[in-house]
């Protein structure tokens, strides 16, 4: 079935279709091709009846979260010998995990052709602002507004005219007059058309309007004999150009700020093939680093035994042993922040045997433990190098919050981060956390003991939240060293 086409639907299933494919994003084609699916497979959700359709919202639509943000453009393709470069446009856009949903001038089919950009887009192509099937759901309205930017490419003389003066006699003007939407354009003309006193005047104005352009270059055209200024911007430029738009760069609070984090278990050797461990994953204290380098900090990880991929971007130590651990620690030193997330084994085997133990006839063999450094408490009461703020972690398995409020005052540390590790939580090696931020009230001078609990998250939440928080306590910091 190439398309659906529904009539004689009441008002009430029409809105709720509207309103299920506006939440969704998606056409309300589409939406219905998957109501269609869910009711084949027995999942079907129940029609809610609306009294009335809600009042269009001219409100920018959130971006999309996630370590990989996807995001949408609406392009409109202009009647242009450059609408060639719209094709590998698509392409470009996509591989930066960006939805196309394209629009042809008539113009423009004369260049390229509807089955070429759905091809490439995956998407249904528009070219009719009085195609029935689309205007069903207010078709222009919704690529005006159901998209993060709108990108024209290539942006004729024409497009420029109509935009700048407010036309909408088809569907690429009507849509950018109704958009609420960002929108870039890439010129492609003529030279003598782009210098042309009257586009000029269009530009300007399209520019003060908030408009952003990218190109034209310089070049020679498409006609005999002909170059100048009016060169359409190559694809990979205008992709990059859209990418800024649709990513701004993330803020970096944590910039020139240089942050130790001390990650997964120790393991303790027995014997050459034998060693005392933990069940730490290492996820939590890998997830931080890589939050800490996303906000701009030098970040220098000292890993025990892990099996994850080093984070992009930071400085990785790999050890064996808290011994190992703590020689790597000070090594790094001085830092602005240090935070010690590793489950480092509180004890190791005082006489470590040269070749494998064996069993006796007496039983077990003796082993003698001692107890090995305590990391966080060495770095936390240094007199030279000590980092202004040092993070520990406190898991427990009972009694969480008093547990951390002692090793909290017993270790001298600033913050502790503390969490359940019972069995039951799946929080070793698992992908959820449950934390509680403990930190000393008006800087330890009163001894108070200041408990922030925190949801459910996962581990990569978590290490997002906690460096956040980081950053607020070391910019406040540098503001009142500053004043």
Not at 16 to 41: F, M, T
Not at 76 to 87: E, N, R, W
Not at 156 to 169: P, S, V, W
Not at 198 to 225: F, H, K, Y
């Amino acid at each position: 079935m190439a398309s659906l086409t529904i009539r004689k639907l009441d008002d009430a299933v029409k809105t709720y279709l509207r309103l299920r494919s506006a939440k969704n994003r998606r056409s309300v084609e589409e939406e219905v091709r998957v109501i269609l699916r869910e009711l084949i497979e027995g999942r079907e959700e129940p029609l809610t009846p609306f009294s009335a359709p809600p009042a269009v919202s001219t409100a920018p639509t959130p971006q999309r979260t996630g370590a990989l943000p996807e995001a949408s453009v609406t392009l409109i393709i202009g009647g242009g010998i450059a609408a060639y470069k719209s094709l590998d446009l698509i392409r470009r856009l996509k591989e930066r995990r960006v939805e196309v949903r394209c629009v042809l001038t008539k113009a423009a089919q004369q260049f390229v052709t509807p089955l070429a950009v759905s091809a490439l887009s995956h998407e249904r192509v528009y070219t009719d602002l009085f195609d029935p099937q689309s205007e069903f759901d207010a078709g222009h309205i919704r690529l005006a507004r159901d998209c993060d930017l709108i990108v024209v490419a290539p942006a004729t003389a024409d497009l420029l005219a109509k935009m700048a003066n407010g036309h909408a006699d088809d569907l690429a003007s009507a849509i950018l007059l109704a958009t609420n939407r960002k929108v870039l354009l890439a010129p492609a003309m003529n030279p003598l058309m782009w210098s042309n006193a009257a586009t000029r005047r269009n530009v300007a104005q399209l520019q003060r309007d908030g408009v952003v352009l990218i190109g034209p270059n310089s070049g020679e055209m498409a006609e005999a004999g002909e170059a100048g200024i009016g060169r359409m911007s190559e694809a990979i430029e205008i992709a990059k150009a859209a990418e800024r738009l649709l990513r701004p760069p993330v803020p970096k609070p944590l910039a020139g700020k240089r942050m130790l984090i001390t990650a997964g278990p120790t393991h303790e050797p027995i014997d050459p093939v034998r060693y005392i461990a933990n069940r730490s994953s290492g996820k939590q204290g890998f997830a931080i680093a890589a939050a800490a380098q996303a906000a701009g900090a030098e970040v220098i990880l000292v890993s025990g035994p892990v099996d994850l991929d080093d984070p992009a971007g930071v400085t990785v130590k790999h050890v064996e042993s808290a011994r190992q651990m703590l020689e790597q620690v000070q090594a790094a030193l001085p830092a602005d922040i240090a935070i010690f997330a590793a489950a480092v084994a509180d004890w190791r085997v005082a006489n470590e045997g040269e070749q494998k133990l064996k069993k006796t006839a007496a039983g077990m063999p003796p082993l003698q433990l001692v107890e090995n450094p305590d990391i966080l408490a060495t770095i936390s009461k240094l007199t030279d190098k000590r980092p202004p703020l040092v993070i520990g972690f406190a898991a427990e398995t009972e009694h969480l919050i008093d547990n951390a409020k002692s090793k909290l005052a017993r270790k001298g540390c600033d913050w502790i981060v503390a969490n359940d590790v019972s069995p039951a939580t799946g929080v070793m090696g698992g992908d959820r956390n449950t934390v509680h931020l403990l930190s000393r009230k008006n800087g330890g001078k009163d001894g108070e003991i200041a408990v922030d609990s925190w949801p459910v998250m996962t581990k990569e939440q978590v290490a997002i939240e906690l460096v956040a928080h980081v950053a607020r306590s070391v910019t406040g910091k540098s503001r009142e060293t500053a004043s």
